[in-house]
């Protein structure tokens, strides 16, 4: 190639990269701009409460929801729309079991694909994607031994949080002490048992949502129907209604202890 020729083809191409910057800092900004446009613009039409959620500038943010509703895909788009326009933030992505943790990375690499990669990845694999604005995005595994050691966490996201165990739930909010990040908790019930449950009962500071299956637009009547009658009416309060059902071993329903209990009773024994 002559150098006459060369000089057009590098000529090209730095138009081609200049199109490319500028069509990546539109998106970040039309991100920036209106939080919703990251689902729009990933091919997803966002529901109602999804919007909300996503505009919601809560520090601590519980999604009770039905299968199927769509709270994987809002987990997603939250991640990502945190490592992209806030450079250097570490989200970690935490689920009973890595390969729940799996599925919700993956839902997140093709956000992110839909999107155009508006940033550029600096480093990629099964288990994180770190970005060349210092953000990255990790899984945990399921196990409270294995996943201490962050810190300056931006935003801890955990996904089936009905399952995950008190004591790896306990182990991971320290993460967020210094940083101040953000925890979004999302599942669908698990019995009336566990962190998730007790903190949606508490009066702690939580934002919390819950979406039936019945409000997802997606989801049919006759289907609905189908599983009412495949189901049993107790596991289908808890997979469509957000219903926290008594756990099938217990002795006494949650109800009856509550009952049971008083602030009045005197202690047997003083308190020195």
């Known amino acids: 190639m002559s150098v006459a020729g060369l000089r057009r083809?590098?000529?090209?191409?730095?138009?081609?990269?200049?199109?490319?910057?500028?069509?990546?800092?539109?998106?970040?900004?039309?991100?920036?701009?209106e939080p919703a446009e990251?689902?729009?613009?990933?091919?997803?039409?966002?529901?109602?409460?999804?919007?909300?959620?996503?505009?919601?500038?809560?520090d601590q943010i519980m999604l009770l929801c039905a299968r199927q509703c769509g709270k994987s895909s809002i987990a997603a788009a939250l991640a990502l729309r945190r490592a992209l326009l806030v450079p250097r933030s570490p989200v970690l992505l935490l689920s009973p079991t890595l390969r729940q943790s799996s599925e919700l990375f993956r839902k997140i690499m093709d956000l992110f694909n839909a999107l155009g990669r508006p940033v550029g990845v600096a480093a990629e694999s099964a288990l994180r994607m770190e970005l060349t604005n210092g953000s990255r995005i990790?899984?945990?595994?399921g196990t409270?031994?294995?996943?201490?050691?962050?810190?300056?966490?931006?935003?801890?996201?955990?996904?089936?949080?009905?399952?995950?165990?008190?004591?790896?739930?306990y182990a991971v909010r320290p993460m967020l002490a210094v940083s101040r990040?953000?925890?979004?908790?999302?599942?669908?019930?698990?019995?009336?048992?566990?962190?998730f449950h007790d903190s949606w009962h508490s009066g702690e500071t939580w934002e919390r949502v819950r979406i039936n299956a019945d409000q997802c637009p997606r989801i049919t009547r006759e289907?609905?129907?189908?599983?009412?009658?495949?189901?049993?009416?107790?596991?289908?309060?808890?997979?469509?209604?957000?219903?926290?059902?008594d756990v099938i071993d217990a002795v006494f329903a949650w109800e009856d202890i509550q009952a049971a209990m008083?602030?009045?009773?005197?202690?047997?024994?003083?308190?020195?």
């Open 181 to 195: 990040g953000r925890l979004v908790a999302l599942s669908t019930p698990f019995g009336k048992r566990g962190w």
């Open 144 to 169: 409270e031994g294995t996943v201490r050691g962050f810190s300056g966490v931006a935003m801890l996201i955990i996904d089936e949080a009905a399952r995950v165990s008190d004591a790896l739930y």
């Open 262 to 272: 008083s602030q009045d009773v005197q202690p047997l024994f003083p308190v020195s």
């Open 223 to 245: 289907f609905l129907a189908e599983e009412r009658k495949a189901l049993g009416e107790r596991w289908y309060r808890q997979e469509y209604c957000t219903s926290f059902e």
């Open 9 to 33: 083809v590098v000529s090209r191409l730095e138009v081609l990269a200049g199109s490319r910057a500028r069509a990546n800092a539109a998106t970040l900004e039309a991100l920036r701009r």
């Open 38 to 58: 990251i689902m729009l613009r990933g091919g997803m039409d966002p529901d109602p409460w999804q919007t909300q959620v996503l505009g919601s500038d809560a």
């Open 138 to 141: 990790v899984l945990l595994p």
